[in-house]
Protein backbone atom coordinates (compact mmCIF):
# COMPACT_ATOMS: atom_id res chain seq x y z
CA UNK A 1 0.00 0.00 0.00
CA UNK A 2 1.68 3.34 -0.82
CA UNK A 3 2.02 5.92 1.86
CA UNK A 4 0.45 9.62 1.64
CA UNK A 5 3.12 11.83 2.01
CA UNK A 6 2.89 13.89 4.92
CA UNK A 7 1.94 17.48 4.89
CA UNK A 8 -0.15 20.01 6.37
CA UNK A 9 -3.93 20.29 5.66
CA UNK A 10 -4.86 21.95 2.10
CA UNK A 11 -7.82 21.15 -0.27
CA UNK A 12 -7.29 18.54 -3.15
CA UNK A 13 -7.48 20.68 -6.58
CA UNK A 14 -10.38 19.13 -8.96
CA UNK A 15 -12.14 17.36 -5.88
CA UNK A 16 -14.51 20.20 -4.18
CA UNK A 17 -17.07 18.80 -1.98
CA UNK A 18 -20.54 19.68 -2.89
CA UNK A 19 -22.92 20.79 -0.17
CA UNK A 20 -19.90 22.50 1.60
CA UNK A 21 -17.85 19.34 2.15
CA UNK A 22 -13.83 20.06 2.11
CA UNK A 23 -11.11 17.81 1.40
CA UNK A 24 -8.14 18.01 3.22
CA UNK A 25 -4.80 16.27 4.31
CA UNK A 26 -3.77 16.20 8.22
CA UNK A 27 -0.12 16.56 7.99
CA UNK A 28 0.26 14.52 11.34
CA UNK A 29 -1.47 11.38 10.64
CA UNK A 30 -0.75 11.62 6.45
CA UNK A 31 -5.08 11.70 6.56
CA UNK A 32 -7.29 13.31 4.34
CA UNK A 33 -10.20 15.12 5.76
CA UNK A 34 -13.48 16.02 4.65
CA UNK A 35 -15.42 18.85 6.39
CA UNK A 36 -19.48 18.47 6.04
CA UNK A 37 -22.52 20.84 7.16
CA UNK A 38 -25.22 18.62 8.69
CA UNK A 39 -27.73 17.98 6.39
CA UNK A 40 -25.79 18.34 3.15
CA UNK A 41 -24.52 15.81 0.90
CA UNK A 42 -20.70 14.57 1.88
CA UNK A 43 -18.57 14.29 -1.22
CA UNK A 44 -15.32 11.97 -0.76
CA UNK A 45 -13.39 11.31 -3.64
CA UNK A 46 -11.03 8.22 -3.51
CA UNK A 47 -7.56 9.65 -2.45
CA UNK A 48 -5.66 6.74 -4.78
CA UNK A 49 -4.52 7.08 -8.29
CA UNK A 50 -6.31 4.22 -10.19
CA UNK A 51 -4.09 1.91 -11.88
CA UNK A 52 -3.35 -0.14 -14.77
CA UNK A 53 -5.28 -3.21 -14.47
CA UNK A 54 -7.52 -2.14 -11.62
CA UNK A 55 -10.08 -4.84 -11.39
CA UNK A 56 -13.08 -3.23 -8.73
CA UNK A 57 -12.81 -0.95 -6.27
CA UNK A 58 -14.41 -0.86 -2.56
CA UNK A 59 -15.29 1.92 0.24
CA UNK A 60 -15.64 0.57 3.87
CA UNK A 61 -15.91 2.43 7.09
CA UNK A 62 -14.08 1.36 10.39
CA UNK A 63 -15.98 0.75 13.43
CA UNK A 64 -14.66 1.63 17.04
CA UNK A 65 -13.04 -1.54 17.45
CA UNK A 66 -11.63 -1.05 13.87
CA UNK A 67 -13.44 -4.06 12.32
CA UNK A 68 -14.48 -2.66 8.77
CA UNK A 69 -17.87 -2.48 7.13
CA UNK A 70 -17.84 -2.40 3.36
CA UNK A 71 -20.88 -0.24 2.21
CA UNK A 72 -20.24 -0.21 -1.81
CA UNK A 73 -18.67 -2.13 -4.50
CA UNK A 74 -17.40 -1.18 -8.31
CA UNK A 75 -16.50 -3.16 -11.06
CA UNK A 76 -14.16 -1.87 -13.42
CA UNK A 77 -14.81 -4.52 -16.34
CA UNK A 78 -18.77 -5.01 -15.77
CA UNK A 79 -19.00 -1.12 -14.62
CA UNK A 80 -21.52 -2.31 -12.62
CA UNK A 81 -21.89 -0.98 -8.48
CA UNK A 82 -23.08 -2.81 -5.95
CA UNK A 83 -24.15 -1.02 -2.48
CA UNK A 84 -24.21 -3.25 0.87
CA UNK A 85 -26.85 -3.72 3.26
CA UNK A 86 -26.33 -1.19 5.73
CA UNK A 87 -29.49 0.10 7.35
CA UNK A 88 -27.53 3.64 8.27
CA UNK A 89 -26.74 4.08 4.72
CA UNK A 90 -29.44 2.77 2.54
CA UNK A 91 -30.44 5.04 -0.15
CA UNK A 92 -28.04 7.53 0.75
CA UNK A 93 -24.74 6.22 -1.28
CA UNK A 94 -24.03 6.96 -4.90
CA UNK A 95 -20.40 5.80 -5.88
CA UNK A 96 -19.15 7.35 -9.48
CA UNK A 97 -16.79 5.92 -11.98
CA UNK A 98 -13.67 7.99 -10.89
CA UNK A 99 -14.73 6.05 -7.36
CA UNK A 100 -15.61 9.31 -5.57
CA UNK A 101 -18.19 7.92 -2.81
CA UNK A 102 -21.02 10.66 -2.49
CA UNK A 103 -23.28 10.35 1.21
CA UNK A 104 -26.40 12.28 0.89
CA UNK A 105 -28.09 14.26 3.76
CA UNK A 106 -24.65 13.89 6.13
CA UNK A 107 -25.62 13.02 9.76
CA UNK A 108 -23.41 13.12 13.05
CA UNK A 109 -22.75 9.31 13.05
CA UNK A 110 -21.12 10.09 9.60
CA UNK A 111 -18.53 11.39 11.56
CA UNK A 112 -16.42 8.20 10.54
CA UNK A 113 -13.25 6.90 9.17
CA UNK A 114 -13.97 5.75 5.93
CA UNK A 115 -11.28 3.89 3.49
CA UNK A 116 -11.06 3.56 -0.79
CA UNK A 117 -9.58 0.25 -1.43
CA UNK A 118 -8.74 -0.44 -5.30
CA UNK A 119 -7.62 -3.94 -6.51
CA UNK A 120 -5.59 -5.67 -9.59
CA UNK A 121 -4.35 -8.44 -9.87
CA UNK A 122 -0.68 -8.23 -8.25
CA UNK A 123 -2.04 -5.96 -5.18
CA UNK A 124 -4.75 -3.94 -3.07
CA UNK A 125 -4.18 0.01 -2.45
CA UNK A 126 -6.18 1.95 0.27
CA UNK A 127 -6.13 5.43 1.87
CA UNK A 128 -8.48 6.44 4.65
CA UNK A 129 -10.60 9.84 4.61
CA UNK A 130 -11.59 11.09 7.73
CA UNK A 131 -15.34 12.61 7.62
CA UNK A 132 -16.32 15.63 10.01
CA UNK A 133 -19.67 16.82 10.48
CA UNK A 134 -20.37 20.35 11.82
CA UNK A 135 -23.40 22.42 12.78
CA UNK A 136 -24.23 26.06 13.40
CA UNK A 137 -26.68 26.58 16.50
CA UNK A 138 -29.66 28.37 16.33
CA UNK A 139 -29.20 31.89 17.67
CA UNK A 140 -28.81 32.03 21.71
CA UNK A 141 -31.69 33.64 23.45
CA UNK A 142 -32.16 34.45 26.77
CA UNK A 143 -34.84 32.32 28.62
CA UNK A 144 -37.01 32.95 32.56
CA UNK A 145 -35.92 36.21 32.19
CA UNK A 146 -36.46 37.79 35.85
CA UNK A 147 -39.40 40.32 35.93
CA UNK A 148 -37.63 42.61 38.24
CA UNK A 149 -33.87 42.70 39.58
CA UNK A 150 -33.50 44.08 43.20
CA UNK A 151 -30.21 46.03 44.34
CA UNK A 152 -28.26 43.81 47.56
CA UNK A 153 -29.38 40.55 46.37
CA UNK A 154 -28.15 37.59 44.48
CA UNK A 155 -31.17 36.77 41.83
CA UNK A 156 -31.37 34.30 38.73
CA UNK A 157 -31.00 37.07 35.62
CA UNK A 158 -32.18 34.23 33.04
CA UNK A 159 -30.79 31.45 31.14
CA UNK A 160 -29.32 31.92 28.33
CA UNK A 161 -30.04 28.97 25.48
CA UNK A 162 -28.50 27.94 21.77
CA UNK A 163 -29.75 24.88 20.53
CA UNK A 164 -29.11 22.07 17.98
CA UNK A 165 -25.18 22.70 17.82
CA UNK A 166 -22.47 20.43 16.54
CA UNK A 167 -19.80 20.07 18.29
CA UNK A 168 -20.87 21.37 20.93
CA UNK A 169 -20.23 24.98 21.79
CA UNK A 170 -19.60 27.08 24.75
CA UNK A 171 -21.86 30.16 26.06
CA UNK A 172 -20.49 33.80 27.47
CA UNK A 173 -22.62 36.62 29.18
CA UNK A 174 -22.15 40.11 28.70
CA UNK A 175 -23.09 43.17 30.45
CA UNK A 176 -22.87 46.86 28.15
CA UNK A 177 -20.46 44.87 25.80
CA UNK A 178 -18.65 43.50 28.26
CA UNK A 179 -17.80 39.72 29.13
CA UNK A 180 -19.17 38.86 32.61
CA UNK A 181 -16.53 36.86 34.81
CA UNK A 182 -17.50 35.22 37.55
CA UNK A 183 -17.61 36.71 40.69
CA UNK A 184 -18.31 34.95 43.99
CA UNK A 185 -22.12 35.95 45.31
CA UNK A 186 -22.20 39.05 42.45
CA UNK A 187 -21.51 37.12 39.31
CA UNK A 188 -22.37 33.06 39.00
CA UNK A 189 -22.49 31.09 35.60
CA UNK A 190 -23.41 27.60 35.47
CA UNK A 191 -23.09 26.17 31.93
CA UNK A 192 -25.10 23.28 30.83
CA UNK A 193 -24.53 21.03 27.74
CA UNK A 194 -27.04 18.73 26.65
CA UNK A 195 -26.98 15.93 24.10
CA UNK A 196 -29.97 14.24 21.69
CA UNK A 197 -29.25 10.96 21.88
CA UNK A 198 -31.43 10.56 18.45
CA UNK A 199 -29.39 13.46 16.57
CA UNK A 200 -26.25 13.82 18.31
CA UNK A 201 -26.78 17.48 18.21
CA UNK A 202 -25.77 19.60 21.61
CA UNK A 203 -27.87 22.14 23.23
CA UNK A 204 -26.33 24.78 25.08
CA UNK A 205 -27.91 26.35 28.55
CA UNK A 206 -26.22 28.93 30.58
CA UNK A 207 -27.93 30.25 33.63
CA UNK A 208 -26.72 33.70 35.02
CA UNK A 209 -26.99 34.53 38.97
CA UNK A 210 -26.26 38.94 38.94
CA UNK A 211 -26.52 40.83 42.36
CA UNK A 212 -27.38 44.36 40.64
CA UNK A 213 -26.31 47.40 41.46
CA UNK A 214 -28.35 51.11 40.82
CA UNK A 215 -26.38 51.80 37.70
CA UNK A 216 -27.55 47.95 36.58
CA UNK A 217 -30.87 50.39 35.64
CA UNK A 218 -30.15 50.71 32.38
CA UNK A 219 -27.59 48.15 31.76
CA UNK A 220 -28.21 45.60 28.39
CA UNK A 221 -27.24 41.83 29.15
CA UNK A 222 -26.83 39.27 26.26
CA UNK A 223 -24.92 36.50 25.68
CA UNK A 224 -22.98 34.81 22.75
CA UNK A 225 -22.22 31.47 21.54
CA UNK A 226 -19.23 30.39 20.67
CA UNK A 227 -18.98 27.07 17.83
CA UNK A 228 -17.09 25.75 15.14
CA UNK A 229 -17.82 25.25 11.25
CA UNK A 230 -15.98 24.29 8.69
CA UNK A 231 -14.12 27.34 8.21
CA UNK A 232 -13.25 27.55 11.91
CA UNK A 233 -14.68 29.15 15.01
CA UNK A 234 -17.27 31.51 14.77
CA UNK A 235 -19.97 33.45 17.21
CA UNK A 236 -23.73 34.20 17.29
CA UNK A 237 -25.40 37.14 20.04
CA UNK A 238 -28.38 36.90 21.38
CA UNK A 239 -30.56 39.78 21.56
CA UNK A 240 -29.93 42.46 24.57
CA UNK A 241 -32.57 43.14 27.54
CA UNK A 242 -32.66 45.49 29.59
CA UNK A 243 -34.15 44.64 33.29
CA UNK A 244 -35.86 46.99 35.29
CA UNK A 245 -34.05 47.34 38.58
CA UNK A 246 -35.29 47.93 42.16
CA UNK A 247 -33.73 50.65 44.42
CA UNK A 248 -34.22 52.49 47.35
CA UNK A 249 -34.83 56.43 47.43
CA UNK A 250 -31.68 57.99 48.51
CA UNK A 251 -32.28 61.43 47.97
CA UNK A 252 -35.68 63.39 48.07
CA UNK A 253 -35.84 66.44 45.46
CA UNK A 254 -38.66 69.29 45.48
CA UNK A 255 -39.66 71.31 42.56
CA UNK A 256 -41.89 75.03 41.83
CA UNK A 257 -43.92 74.01 38.57
CA UNK A 258 -44.86 77.33 36.95
CA UNK A 259 -45.64 78.45 33.22
CA UNK A 260 -43.34 81.88 34.22
CA UNK A 261 -40.24 81.99 36.03
CA UNK A 262 -41.61 84.60 38.85
CA UNK A 263 -44.91 84.23 41.05
CA UNK A 264 -47.68 86.80 41.84
CA UNK A 265 -50.04 87.38 43.91
CA UNK A 266 -53.57 85.40 41.91
CA UNK A 267 -51.31 82.81 40.48
CA UNK A 268 -51.33 78.95 41.21
CA UNK A 269 -48.46 77.28 42.54
CA UNK A 270 -47.08 73.44 41.74
CA UNK A 271 -45.42 71.34 44.06
CA UNK A 272 -43.48 68.23 42.82
CA UNK A 273 -41.74 66.64 44.95
CA UNK A 274 -39.53 63.43 43.41
CA UNK A 275 -37.21 60.44 45.21
CA UNK A 276 -34.30 58.86 42.55
CA UNK A 277 -35.38 55.52 44.19
CA UNK A 278 -37.18 52.86 41.54
CA UNK A 279 -39.76 52.58 41.35
CA UNK A 280 -40.16 55.85 42.92
CA UNK A 281 -41.88 57.08 45.93
CA UNK A 282 -45.77 57.48 45.66
CA UNK A 283 -46.18 59.86 48.66
CA UNK A 284 -44.66 62.30 50.12
CA UNK A 285 -45.27 65.27 53.05
CA UNK A 286 -45.25 68.50 52.01
CA UNK A 287 -44.36 71.82 54.93
CA UNK A 288 -46.05 74.83 54.48
CA UNK A 289 -45.02 78.33 56.09
CA UNK A 290 -46.85 78.59 58.98
CA UNK A 291 -47.72 74.92 59.14
CA UNK A 292 -46.05 72.49 61.94
CA UNK A 293 -47.22 69.53 60.69
CA UNK A 294 -46.57 68.25 56.87
CA UNK A 295 -49.47 67.42 54.83
CA UNK A 296 -49.45 64.01 53.60
CA UNK A 297 -50.27 63.75 49.59
CA UNK A 298 -48.82 62.16 46.61
CA UNK A 299 -45.96 63.68 44.50
CA UNK A 300 -47.98 67.04 43.92
CA UNK A 301 -49.53 69.83 45.92
CA UNK A 302 -51.01 72.25 44.52
CA UNK A 303 -51.87 76.03 45.83
CA UNK A 304 -54.54 78.61 44.38
CA UNK A 305 -54.81 82.07 44.13
CA UNK A 306 -51.47 82.75 46.10
CA UNK A 307 -51.16 86.45 47.87
CA UNK A 308 -48.15 87.58 49.80
CA UNK A 309 -48.04 85.63 53.02
CA UNK A 310 -47.13 82.09 50.85
CA UNK A 311 -43.69 83.87 50.81
CA UNK A 312 -41.38 81.43 52.61
CA UNK A 313 -39.82 78.44 52.84
CA UNK A 314 -41.07 75.29 51.68
CA UNK A 315 -39.89 71.25 52.45
CA UNK A 316 -41.00 68.12 51.58
CA UNK A 317 -39.95 64.34 52.53
CA UNK A 318 -40.38 60.96 52.69
CA UNK A 319 -43.43 59.85 54.67
CA UNK A 320 -41.05 58.60 57.35
CA UNK A 321 -39.22 61.69 57.20
CA UNK A 322 -36.22 60.12 56.92
CA UNK A 323 -35.31 62.28 53.81
CA UNK A 324 -35.95 66.04 53.15
CA UNK A 325 -35.89 68.57 50.69
CA UNK A 326 -36.56 72.52 50.54
CA UNK A 327 -37.05 75.44 48.76
CA UNK A 328 -37.88 79.33 48.54
CA UNK A 329 -40.59 80.57 47.00
CA UNK A 330 -41.46 84.64 46.95
CA UNK A 331 -44.62 85.87 45.65
CA UNK A 332 -44.40 89.09 43.57
CA UNK A 333 -47.05 92.01 44.96
CA UNK A 334 -47.80 95.62 43.59
CA UNK A 335 -49.85 97.75 45.62
CA UNK A 336 -50.83 101.78 44.24
CA UNK A 337 -52.87 103.82 46.17
CA UNK A 338 -53.47 107.31 44.61
CA UNK A 339 -55.12 110.01 46.33
CA UNK A 340 -57.46 111.67 45.61
CA UNK A 341 -58.61 109.00 42.78
CA UNK A 342 -62.13 108.87 41.48
CA UNK A 343 -64.05 111.50 39.44
CA UNK A 344 -62.73 115.21 41.61
CA UNK A 345 -64.54 119.02 41.02
CA UNK A 346 -62.44 121.75 42.01
CA UNK A 347 -62.59 125.46 41.46
CA UNK A 348 -60.06 127.28 39.34
CA UNK A 349 -57.48 128.74 41.55
CA UNK A 350 -57.89 126.12 44.13
CA UNK A 351 -55.01 124.13 45.58
CA UNK A 352 -55.08 119.90 45.20
CA UNK A 353 -52.33 117.68 46.21
CA UNK A 354 -52.20 114.62 44.47
CA UNK A 355 -49.94 111.57 45.57
CA UNK A 356 -50.05 108.21 44.37
CA UNK A 357 -48.01 105.75 46.70
CA UNK A 358 -46.55 102.20 45.95
CA UNK A 359 -45.73 99.27 47.64
CA UNK A 360 -44.33 96.34 46.45
CA UNK A 361 -42.06 93.30 46.97
CA UNK A 362 -39.24 95.14 44.40
CA UNK A 363 -38.16 98.05 42.92
CA UNK A 364 -41.28 99.44 40.75
CA UNK A 365 -41.57 101.87 37.73
CA UNK A 366 -44.27 104.58 38.30
CA UNK A 367 -45.24 106.83 35.29
CA UNK A 368 -48.38 109.01 35.05
CA UNK A 369 -50.62 109.46 31.89
CA UNK A 370 -53.08 112.60 30.96
CA UNK A 371 -55.58 111.91 28.33
CA UNK A 372 -53.44 109.02 27.38
CA UNK A 373 -50.59 110.69 26.89
CA UNK A 374 -47.19 109.75 28.63
CA UNK A 375 -46.25 112.78 30.91
CA UNK A 376 -42.81 113.82 31.96
CA UNK A 377 -43.05 114.68 35.46
CA UNK A 378 -45.87 113.62 38.15
CA UNK A 379 -48.79 116.26 38.26
CA UNK A 380 -48.47 119.32 40.88
CA UNK A 381 -51.15 121.69 41.41
CA UNK A 382 -51.03 125.03 43.47
CA UNK A 383 -53.30 127.01 41.37
CA UNK A 384 -56.08 125.12 38.96
CA UNK A 385 -56.35 126.22 35.65
CA UNK A 386 -59.11 125.13 33.26
CA UNK A 387 -55.95 123.11 31.30
CA UNK A 388 -55.30 121.23 34.56
CA UNK A 389 -58.69 119.21 33.98
CA UNK A 390 -58.51 115.40 32.36
CA UNK A 391 -58.46 112.34 32.85
CA UNK A 392 -54.97 111.16 35.17
CA UNK A 393 -53.82 107.63 35.34
CA UNK A 394 -50.84 106.94 37.79
CA UNK A 395 -49.56 103.23 36.49
CA UNK A 396 -47.22 100.68 38.08
CA UNK A 397 -45.04 97.92 37.04
CA UNK A 398 -42.75 95.06 37.90
CA UNK A 399 -40.51 94.76 34.84
CA UNK A 400 -39.12 91.39 36.02
CA UNK A 401 -42.43 90.23 36.68
CA UNK A 402 -44.67 88.93 33.94
CA UNK A 403 -48.38 90.68 33.76
CA UNK A 404 -47.72 92.20 37.27
CA UNK A 405 -49.01 95.95 36.69
CA UNK A 406 -51.57 98.22 38.51
CA UNK A 407 -53.08 101.33 37.71
CA UNK A 408 -55.59 104.17 38.73
CA UNK A 409 -57.59 107.08 37.65
CA UNK A 410 -58.47 110.65 38.42
CA UNK A 411 -60.87 112.84 36.36
CA UNK A 412 -59.88 116.03 37.42
CA UNK A 413 -62.72 118.59 36.80
CA UNK A 414 -61.67 122.19 37.48
CA UNK A 415 -65.25 124.69 37.39
CA UNK A 416 -65.21 128.34 37.04
CA UNK A 417 -68.35 131.34 37.02
CA UNK A 418 -68.10 132.83 33.48
CA UNK A 419 -65.88 135.66 33.06
CA UNK A 420 -66.24 138.21 30.28
CA UNK A 421 -63.93 140.33 28.33
CA UNK A 422 -65.46 142.74 25.48
CA UNK A 423 -62.96 144.07 22.81
CA UNK A 424 -64.02 145.87 19.53
CA UNK A 425 -62.53 146.86 16.35
CA UNK A 426 -63.35 148.65 13.15
CA UNK A 427 -62.81 146.30 10.04
CA UNK A 428 -60.57 147.07 7.42
CA UNK A 429 -63.38 147.65 4.57
CA UNK A 430 -64.43 150.40 7.52
CA UNK A 431 -67.79 148.81 6.39
CA UNK A 432 -68.17 146.55 9.80
CA UNK A 433 -67.37 146.44 13.26
CA UNK A 434 -66.19 143.24 14.73
CA UNK A 435 -67.67 143.01 18.36
CA UNK A 436 -66.10 140.09 20.64
CA UNK A 437 -66.86 138.16 23.68
CA UNK A 438 -64.18 136.49 25.30
CA UNK A 439 -65.58 134.12 27.88
CA UNK A 440 -64.09 131.88 30.62
CA UNK A 441 -65.42 128.90 32.60
CA UNK A 442 -66.54 125.77 33.10
CA UNK A 443 -69.15 123.82 32.01
CA UNK A 444 -69.00 125.93 29.11
CA UNK A 445 -71.28 129.19 28.94
CA UNK A 446 -73.99 129.77 27.34
CA UNK A 447 -73.50 132.73 25.47
CA UNK A 448 -76.28 135.25 24.49
CA UNK A 449 -76.18 138.86 22.44
CA UNK A 450 -78.50 141.38 23.04
CA UNK A 451 -79.22 145.16 22.59
CA UNK A 452 -79.38 147.48 25.09
CA UNK A 453 -82.20 149.53 25.33
CA UNK A 454 -84.36 148.06 22.96
CA UNK A 455 -84.01 143.82 24.16
CA UNK A 456 -83.93 142.57 20.71
CA UNK A 457 -81.23 139.47 20.86
CA UNK A 458 -78.75 138.73 17.61
CA UNK A 459 -78.47 135.30 16.71
CA UNK A 460 -76.38 135.90 14.01
CA UNK A 461 -73.03 134.99 16.01
CA UNK A 462 -69.77 132.86 15.75
CA UNK A 463 -67.99 131.02 18.71
CA UNK A 464 -64.63 129.65 18.42
CA UNK A 465 -63.41 126.28 19.84
CA UNK A 466 -63.79 125.99 23.13
CA UNK A 467 -60.35 124.90 24.61
CA UNK A 468 -59.16 124.95 28.57
CA UNK A 469 -62.50 126.61 29.29
CA UNK A 470 -61.75 129.34 27.05
CA UNK A 471 -63.88 130.43 23.79
CA UNK A 472 -65.04 133.80 22.10
CA UNK A 473 -68.40 134.98 20.57
CA UNK A 474 -67.93 137.02 18.09
CA UNK A 475 -70.58 139.38 15.95
CA UNK A 476 -69.80 141.67 13.16
CA UNK A 477 -72.33 144.94 12.49
CA UNK A 478 -72.61 148.08 10.79
CA UNK A 479 -74.23 150.56 13.11
CA UNK A 480 -75.69 153.99 11.51
CA UNK A 481 -75.50 155.55 14.91
CA UNK A 482 -74.01 154.58 18.32
CA UNK A 483 -75.44 151.28 19.89
CA UNK A 484 -74.81 149.41 23.23
CA UNK A 485 -74.71 145.65 23.40
CA UNK A 486 -74.53 143.48 25.92
CA UNK A 487 -73.31 139.73 26.52
CA UNK A 488 -74.42 137.22 28.62
CA UNK A 489 -72.68 134.02 29.92
CA UNK A 490 -74.51 131.20 31.96
CA UNK A 491 -73.07 128.20 33.48
CA UNK A 492 -74.75 126.18 36.33
CA UNK A 493 -72.86 128.38 38.58
CA UNK A 494 -73.32 131.62 37.82
CA UNK A 495 -75.09 134.67 35.46
CA UNK A 496 -72.49 137.03 34.17
CA UNK A 497 -73.51 140.21 32.42
CA UNK A 498 -71.29 142.79 30.38
CA UNK A 499 -72.27 145.35 28.11
CA UNK A 500 -70.31 147.78 25.52
CA UNK A 501 -70.61 150.81 23.57
CA UNK A 502 -70.06 150.91 20.10
CA UNK A 503 -69.83 154.01 18.04
CA UNK A 504 -71.52 154.15 14.63
CA UNK A 505 -69.78 152.87 11.60
CA UNK A 506 -68.87 155.81 11.16
CA UNK A 507 -66.34 156.87 13.90
CA UNK A 508 -63.33 154.28 13.32
CA UNK A 509 -62.44 152.65 16.82
CA UNK A 510 -59.95 150.73 18.52
CA UNK A 511 -58.72 147.64 16.85
CA UNK A 512 -58.07 145.18 19.95
CA UNK A 513 -56.30 141.86 19.40
CA UNK A 514 -58.96 138.85 18.85
CA UNK A 515 -56.69 136.57 20.76
CA UNK A 516 -53.62 137.35 23.03
CA UNK A 517 -51.06 135.17 24.12
CA UNK A 518 -49.92 134.73 27.69
CA UNK A 519 -46.59 136.14 26.78
CA UNK A 520 -48.38 138.99 24.77
CA UNK A 521 -50.46 139.75 28.07
CA UNK A 522 -47.97 139.85 30.02
CA UNK A 523 -46.75 142.81 27.58
CA UNK A 524 -49.82 144.46 28.13
CA UNK A 525 -50.25 144.36 31.77
CA UNK A 526 -46.34 146.01 31.78
CA UNK A 527 -47.61 148.68 29.51
CA UNK A 528 -50.48 149.33 31.46
CA UNK A 529 -48.82 149.82 34.52
CA UNK A 530 -46.84 152.38 32.77
CA UNK A 531 -49.49 154.45 31.31
CA UNK A 532 -51.83 154.19 34.89
CA UNK A 533 -48.64 155.75 36.48
CA UNK A 534 -48.38 158.70 33.36
CA UNK A 535 -52.08 159.27 33.58
CA UNK A 536 -51.97 159.66 37.50
CA UNK A 537 -49.44 162.53 37.27
CA UNK A 538 -51.46 163.80 34.63
CA UNK A 539 -54.55 163.57 36.80
CA UNK A 540 -52.46 165.55 39.75
CA UNK A 541 -51.26 168.39 37.41
CA UNK A 542 -55.29 168.62 35.97
CA UNK A 543 -56.53 168.95 39.51
CA UNK A 544 -54.07 171.89 40.19
CA UNK A 545 -55.02 173.40 36.67
CA UNK A 546 -58.61 172.75 37.57
CA UNK A 547 -59.12 174.77 40.80
CA UNK A 548 -57.42 177.76 39.54
CA UNK A 549 -59.72 177.52 35.91
CA UNK A 550 -62.93 177.17 38.38
CA UNK A 551 -62.23 180.22 40.20
CA UNK A 552 -61.58 181.57 36.79
CA UNK A 553 -64.98 181.24 35.63
CA UNK A 554 -67.04 181.19 38.43
CA UNK A 555 -67.13 185.00 38.59
CA UNK A 556 -68.57 184.22 34.53
CA UNK A 557 -71.49 181.16 35.24
CA UNK A 558 -74.43 183.67 36.71
CA UNK A 559 -74.33 185.83 33.58
CA UNK A 560 -74.31 182.57 30.96
CA UNK A 561 -77.08 180.77 33.61
CA UNK A 562 -80.25 183.04 32.25
CA UNK A 563 -79.12 182.60 28.29
CA UNK A 564 -78.67 178.87 29.03
CA UNK A 565 -82.67 178.54 30.29
CA UNK A 566 -83.72 180.37 27.40
CA UNK A 567 -81.72 178.08 24.85
CA UNK A 568 -83.12 175.03 26.58
CA UNK A 569 -87.05 176.14 26.35
CA UNK A 570 -86.58 176.93 22.59
CA UNK A 571 -84.91 173.30 22.17
CA UNK A 572 -87.87 171.54 23.68
CA UNK A 573 -90.05 173.09 21.32
CA UNK A 574 -88.65 171.42 18.56
CA UNK A 575 -90.49 168.53 16.71
CA UNK A 576 -89.36 164.90 17.53
CA UNK A 577 -88.14 164.16 14.60
CA UNK A 578 -85.94 167.06 14.48
CA UNK A 579 -84.99 165.73 18.18
CA UNK A 580 -83.45 162.69 17.26
CA UNK A 581 -81.00 164.52 14.59
CA UNK A 582 -79.95 166.64 17.78
CA UNK A 583 -79.87 163.89 19.68
CA UNK A 584 -77.19 162.15 16.97
CA UNK A 585 -75.52 164.86 16.24
CA UNK A 586 -75.05 165.74 20.67
CA UNK A 587 -74.10 161.67 20.49
CA UNK A 588 -71.42 162.45 17.80
CA UNK A 589 -70.13 166.03 19.69
CA UNK A 590 -69.70 163.66 22.61
CA UNK A 591 -67.64 160.98 20.22
CA UNK A 592 -65.67 163.58 18.72
CA UNK A 593 -65.17 165.00 22.33
CA UNK A 594 -63.51 161.53 23.44
CA UNK A 595 -61.65 161.29 20.39
CA UNK A 596 -59.70 164.70 21.11
CA UNK A 597 -59.45 164.15 24.76
CA UNK A 598 -57.68 160.73 23.30
CA UNK A 599 -55.44 162.43 21.36
CA UNK A 600 -54.73 165.49 23.79
CA UNK A 601 -53.82 162.20 26.12
CA UNK A 602 -51.65 160.67 23.13
CA UNK A 603 -49.93 163.84 22.58
CA UNK A 604 -49.36 164.32 26.20
Known sequence: MPSSPSVPPVAVPGCPGAGGSRRLRTAALGLYTVNAIYGDTIIMPCPLEVPEGLMFGKWKYEMPNGSPVFIAFRSSTKKSVQYDDVPDYKDR???SENYTLSIKNA??????????????EDDVSEEPTIVKVFKQPSQPEILHQADLLETEKLQMLGECVARDSYPEGNVTWYKNGRILQPVEDVVVINLQKIVDKSTGL?????????MPTKEDADAKF?????????SGQKTMQSEPIVFDVHYPTEKVTIQVLSQSRTIKEGDNITLKCSGNGNPPPQEFLFYI?????????????????????????????????????????TVHYLDLQLTPSGEVTKQIGEALPVSCTISSSRNATVFWIKDNTRMQTSPSFSSLQYQDAGNYVCETTLQEVEGLRKRQTLKLIVEGKPQIKMTKKTNTNKMSKTIICHVEGFPKPAVQWTVTGTGSIINKTEETKYVNGKFASKIIIAPEENVTLTCIAENELERTVTSMN?????????????????????????????????????????????????????????????SEKA??????????????HVDK????????????????????
Not at 305 to 316: H, I, L, P, S
Not at 521 to 529: F, H, I, L, M, T
Not at 530 to 544: D, F, H, P, R, Y
Not at 567 to 580: C, D, E, G, Y
Open 567 to 580: AAQNFASLPRTASK
Open 222 to 230: SCIVTYYGP
Open 289 to 329: PGETEGIRSSDTYVMTDVRRNATGEYKCSLTDKSMMDSTTI
Open 107 to 120: RISDEKRFVCMLVT
Open 93 to 95: LSL
Open 202 to 210: FTMTSSLQY
Open 585 to 604: DLGNIEENKKLEENNHKSET
Open 502 to 562: VSAISIPEYDEPEDRTDDNSEKVNDQAKLIVGIVVGLLLVALVAGVVYWLYVKKSNDAKGK
